[in-house]
Every structure is written in structure tokens, then in C-alpha cells.
């Protein structure tokens, strides 16, 4: 029993040994790797893209001694994403959606099987240092959508490095870069919009309220400022005020289901419109430089803004005329009247 139990001790040690060995081998050797990084270089001040753009960077690579590597390439992605969870009762659903727009590689150091066509695969001798990859890209000139990122989902393009060595786990590097999608007022955005509402007033008021409110167009610039020029009538007993609220409205779509999220952009206060009067006020919206551009081309996502307008009445509901706003980027280009629509399909969503 005593020689069994030396013998299974032994045995025990050994490989206690042996896997720390392999430890220590596999450890040691991945530290000939001391950085990995993949990078691209700004096409513009804006650090913007846009589809058909040419994209170039470089991948460094530093080694901390000689090592072989099998393969090193650079991938050029697009992709949409959409996530989240429900709850019914005790269970939990989760709701997920992909939409692809390409994925396309390129070769640095190639796998292959040496020079002399060994039939195993022979690694490519890397000496220690800092080594840089150069690489270009051209963006596929598609209708893509622009870079997004929000709490239920996202659109983003990345550059995704790969090294690949015999034995040993990949190291990969991704770095991102903003895309917007370039749309031009067109026709279809040139066209002005007019809401029109009437309340009767009931309980501790008399009379009624009307508006007719008015824009110039339907697509503007992230800046630019949106003319409203409302006709309010006021023969209620009492005074009323217009307000105005540009909000956003967050669509995100996976097995059928819908998840929405609505966000106060901007909200403003109007002068008030005595009782028994009638005024045509004026006020310029202006639209925050930063905010999101429009998202209407992409399958799984969207990205809608609202202009609300609306006289606050006290004790009953408040007459209100909603907008639809197309969000361009901001461009120091002029517009084309001629081009083709920036998008397929304006309107359409609820």
C-alpha cells in the first residue's frame, strides 16, 4: 500500500511538473509579443467617412524577441445590432437582431507552407522589434447607414486585426472609426409641412384654441435653425402659451417586436397669447450641433426626430401638432437639388 501510494504521488508530481511547465512554456513565449495594435489615419479634420471613402492605417506589431508567425491580416467591417430583454411573469425573453453590411479581409503575412511547399505548414520568421504594416481599404459605396451606438443597440464599423501563431491562442486588435451617411436636401426635403388644430374648451374654461403652425421644409442640418411660425387663436377666457419640444424617437427591431425610446432633445417657452386674441408668432428652433443624425436606411434600427408644437392650456389636455424632421449632417458643401433622395423612404414609421 505504502509503494502504491509513493507510486500515485509520484505520478501526481509529475504531472503537476509537466503542466507547469507547459504553463511557464506557453506563458514565456506568448511574451515575445509585447504589443498589438491595429490603427487607421483620420481622412479628415472631422475624423469623418462616408461610403466609397478610402481608408488606410497600419497594424504595429512589437516583439520582445525572434518569433514565427503563421498569419497577419486586417479586416474591414460594417454591422448592425440590436439587443434586450423582457420579462413575462418569471421568464425571461431575449431579443436579438444582426444586419451585415460587408466584411472584408486582407492578407498581410499569408499562411502558407513555405517556399519549398512543405506539406506542413511552416511559420514565417519575424524578427524581435517594432514592426509596422501598412494597409488600405476602400469603404464599399453602398447606402450605408451612419455609426450608432444607443442603449438597445448600435451600427459600427471597425478595422479588426488578427495574428495567428502555431499553438497559441490568436491576438486580435479593433479600432472604429465614425461613418455618416451623406444625405442632400432634395426635393422630397424641400417640401414645407403645416399642421393645423382646434380645441373647444370645456370644464373651467369657455371658448376654443386653434394653431396653425408652419416650417419651411421638411430636412434640416445638425446647426441649423428651424423657422416655426404659428397662427394661434385664442377665444378661451383664458391665456395660453405656445411651446415647442424637438424630440427624438429610437426604434429598435428584433423577432417581430419593437422596442421605442423617446428623448427630450431641446424645449422652449413661447410668449403668452392673451384671452380673446389672435397672434402670428415667429421663433427659430435651433438644433443642437451634436445631435444624432437621422437613421432611415437601416433595417433594425431608427433614428426619427419630432417637432412638437403645443399651446399649454391649464385644466384640460393641450392642443398639439407633431412634425416629422429629417436630420442631415452638418456640410460646408451646397446642396444639389438635383441629387438623388437621401433616402429611400422618408416617412413610414409610427
Not at 501526481?12 to 511574451?31: D, E, G, K, P, R
Not at 511552416?122 to 450605408?144: E, K, M, N, R, S
Amino acid at each position: 500500500m505504502r509503494h502504491a501510494s509513493r507510486h500515485i504521488q509520484s505520478h501526481c508530481l509529475t504531472l503537476l511538473c509537466a503542466h507547469s511547465f507547459a504553463w511557464y512554456t506557453q506563458y514565456n513565449m506568448s511574451t515575445s509579443v509585447k504589443s498589438f495594435s491595429v490603427g487607421y489615419n483620420p481622412i479628415n479634420e472631422s475624423d469623418i467617412f462616408t461610403s466609397g471613402d478610402w481608408i488606410t492605417g497600419q497594424i504595429t506589431l512589437e516583439l520582445s524577441k525572434n518569433c514565427k508567425i503563421d498569419s497577419l491580416g486586417v479586416k474591414l467591417k460594417g454591422k448592425a445590432e440590436v439587443k434586450w430583454t423582457e420579462m413575462y411573469g418569471k421568464t425571461v425573453v431575449t431579443y436579438h437582431n444582426k444586419e451585415k453590411y460587408f466584411s472584408i479581409k486582407q492578407h498581410i503575412i499569408q499562411e502558407g507552407h513555405g517556399e519549398d511547399l512543405l506539406p506542413f505548414k511552416v511559420g514565417h520568421d519575424v524578427g524581435q522589434g517594432c514592426h509596422v504594416y501598412p494597409f488600405t481599404f476602400q469603404i464599399p459605396a453602398q447606402d450605408l447607414p451612419s455609426s450608432f451606438k444607443g442603449l438597445f443597440g448600435k451600427i459600427e464599423y471597425t478595422l479588426e486585426a488578427n495574428l495567428s501563431r502555431s499553438m497559441r491562442v490568436d491576438t486580435k486588435a479593433k479600432a472604429k472609426f465614425t461613418l455618416i451617411h451623406k444625405g442632400n436636401l432634395n426635393r422630397d426635403l424641400m417640401t414645407p409641412q403645416n399642421g393645423i388644430v382646434n380645441k373647444k374648451m370645456k370644464l373651467l374654461s369657455s371658448g376654443s384654441v386653434g394653431m396653425d403652425v408652419n416650417i419651411p421644409r421638411t430636412g434640416f442640418r445638425q446647426g441649423e435653425g428651424i423657422k416655426v411660425v404659428a397662427s394661434i387663436q385664442n377665444t378661451s377666457s383664458r391665456e395660453i402659451k405656445p411651446k415647442y419640444c424637438l424630440y427624438e424617437k429610437h426604434s429598435f427591431f428584433a423577432k417581430h417586436k419593437r422596442k421605442l425610446q423617446t428623448k427630450d432633445i431641446l424645449k422652449e417657452v413661447g410668449e403668452a397669447i392673451p384671452r380673446l386674441a389672435g397672434q402670428t408668432v415667429t421663433r427659430i428652433i435651433t438644433i443642437p450641433p451634436t445631435t444624432c443624425v437621422s437613421i432611415l436606411n437601416c433595417n433594425i434600427i431608427k433614428i426619427e426626430y419630432r417637432l412638437k408644437v403645443y399651446l399649454d392650456v391649464k385644466y384640460a389636455s393641450d392642443p398639439t401638432i407633431k412634425l416629422p424632421i429629417v436630420l442631415l449632417p452638418a456640410s460646408q458643401e451646397p446642396d444639389d437639388g438635383e441629387c438623388l433622395p437621401a433616402y429611400p423612404t422618408l416617412f413610414g414609421f409610427a
